[in-house]
């Protein structure tokens, strides 16, 4: 897969051994979905990276020079998921944070992945990992570097008709799926899980969250979740995805999966699922 890459502005693609990033996963990351050279969550990405940034202690880009850099990156791509990583930058040995820090930028285009158009009309098949997420309430919400509890629930399964599983923690409450947010209709009611003990906030998810503010967010348990009437998932590379199968339930894409799917075409997703 091709990737165009600028590492501080300059066209490279290898980082210093002695990064933060890679030695302790110190940094955080956007997967920001462009349309031509249009990025429409691009504001909502901005402002969970300067958000995060200010949690971790680390200086934030500057977001016009953030997306100069997408726009040549992006260029004369059609389509083009944009990975935006952003690290402490080079440190002495030990965790103690540097006393200047010098924070590293990494800006990626890449060819989106493919999802096939069944997959926006039928919905995807998911399966619940064995893997539970461990609680930290300052990690809470961001989207930090390490990704070592999707990796591990990711390797679970080979099954290509599989496309995700959902995480629970080890209270089992159900949290997310592991590249995705979750959401359910129980009832008549649109539910999706509390983040504030451990989860990725999603860009997708808070453009569905201020879309139906009536969203009820809390716990959500798996018995909950596998008798709900219609279950979504967001993403802002995939775009809302229903789920036709959990376990040995099956569902059908209700009214409120097609219309947040209509307002993600609206958006400026065109490739999405809109009927």
Known sequence: MAVRMRIDGAAADQVPAL???LAYGDGLFESIRFVGAVAPLWLRHMRRLSESCERL?????????????ALEVTLGMPQAVVRITVTRGVGARGYALPASPRPMRVVAASAPPQ??????????RMRVCDIRLAEQPLL??????NRLEQVLARAEWS???IAEGVLCDSHGRVISATMANLFAVVDGV??????????????????????????QVGELMLDTLLGANEIFLSSSVRGILPVHSLCERSYAPGALTRQLQLHWHNLGFSMEQAE
């Open 57 to 69: 202690r680390i200086p934030a880009p500057d977001a016009a020079q953030l997306w100069r850099e």
């Open 159 to 161: 099954d290509p008709a």
């Open 190 to 215: 649109l539910l999706t899980p509390a983040l504030d003990r451990c989860g990725v906030a999603g860009v997708a998810r808070a453009e569905v969250l201020a879309t139906y503010p009536q969203t």
């Open 140 to 145: 809470a919400g961001m989207k930090h570097l």
């Open 115 to 124: 999802v096939a158009d069944s997959a926006y009309a039928q919905g995807v």
């Open 19 to 21: 990064d933060r990033g």
